[in-house]
């Protein structure tokens, strides 16, 4: 049983040799789900993006080959994740096309407005006061801007020993819609759609539309067509000049090792 608490611990916040070991299964463990929940984003090439606990640097690696002249923003409580995302990242990173953040989704290091898209994928399980930090992406996210958020189905993980109360919330459907809308986001303005990730691997992508520029929530075509496709830590990189919403140097805030990070 120790084991199992110890594996739901380390996926909430990796650390060590362990948590190193972690990140590595996450970026193939997580390939599919990375990939379809971007899908619902529906890239289109130069946009501000934010990842929600950005672990290995999977995702950002996708986006960045798919969306080339958008600048990703991420952010991640793990040291150890941020070392992964660096070294699969760097060349981006070095080009000013991805920037890095350590600290709490409660309180990001952005600008009200400055975003376009966020992505979040396997860590709302960890948001212990997720109307705090779904207030923030309201905040960031720009009028028109979307949000796709990727979560197991309770249905599934509650055959996995490691998620359990302790480190991670589950969710059916409606328990992700309630969420969403406890955090400020209107019902209509929520799409869910489930998919099966893996034989006998249920999820659910929920697609926010943020509506305060009149843009209703993407439909889930986006994700249906995708389900048929299949180090060294250098100095952080200054923001981008022509970013002029978002601040000119990163800023490392202070986080508490008990919040929310990533699995993804």
Known sequence: ?????AI???????????GWT????????????NALAIAALALQGDEDILELGCGPGHAIRLMAAQAPRSVIHAIDQSATMLAQSRSRNWEAIQSGCVHLYQGRFEELPLRSHSIDKILAVNVAYFWRDSQRVLREARRVLRPGGT???YVTDASTMRRWKFADAKTHRLFDPD??????QH?????DQVTVTNIEVLPGIAGLIATVGNRCGGIPPLAPSNVTAALDSG????????????????????RIPCFDASDAISLA
């Open 183 to 187: 955090g400020g986001f209107d019902h």
């Open 231 to 250: 180090p060294k830590w250098p100095r952080l990189p200054r923001l981008r000049s022509s970013c002029g919403s978002l601040p000119t140097q990163v």
């Open 1 to 5: 049983m120790m084991i199992w608490s």
């Open 8 to 18: 739901g611990c380390q996926l909430r916040h990796p650390t060590g040799a362990f």
């Open 22 to 33: 972690v990140g590595h299964f996450m970026r193939f463990l997580n390939a599919r789900s």
């Open 147 to 149: 949000f796709s958020v």
């Open 175 to 180: 328990g992700l819609v309630g969420m969403l």
